[in-house]
């Protein structure tokens, strides 16, 4: 069974940094792609960003290319979410996901395509 376990998230002030984790565990870990995604209060759940696990190829959101970068460390099991120039918009529930190792890693931004969440970090930006 894989489990996933966010940490990072907080209230900061716009303009900030924020750098999000997902560790993950479970036997013979070996995802396709690992993916951030965002839910705001009364709106539905949207893709941020993603990462084919071993190509490290990567894919993000309109709204946080250039913001945003996605990484993993692939020894330790990690997804990390580096967010700089952070927004009052960004406010949000951020959840990690994984996809199973015999999906395929495109389309990342289709959350029916990944079969693990994690419980969600809060990320709060004040103006």
């Known amino acids: 069974q894989v489990q996933l376990v966010e940490s990072g998230g907080g209230l900061v002030q716009a303009g900030a940094s924020l750098r999000l984790s997902c560790a993950a565990s479970g036997r013979s870990f070996s995802p396709s792609a690992m993916g951030w995604f965002r839910q705001a209060p009364g709106k539905e759940r949207e893709f941020v960003a993603a990462i084919a696990w071993i190509s490290e190829l990567t894919w993000f959101a309109d709204s946080a290319k250039g913001r945003f970068t996605i990484t993993r460390d692939y020894a330790k099991n990690t997804l990390y979410l580096q967010m700089t120039s952070l927004k009052p918009e960004d406010t949000a529930v951020y959840y990690c996901?994984?996809?199973?190792?015999?999906?395929?890693?495109?389309?990342?931004?289709?959350?029916?395509?990944?079969?693990?969440w994690g419980q969600g970090t809060q990320v709060t930006v004040s103006s």
């Open positions: 996901a994984a996809k199973a190792g015999n999906q395929r890693a495109h389309p990342a931004s289709n959350s029916e395509t990944y079969a693990y």
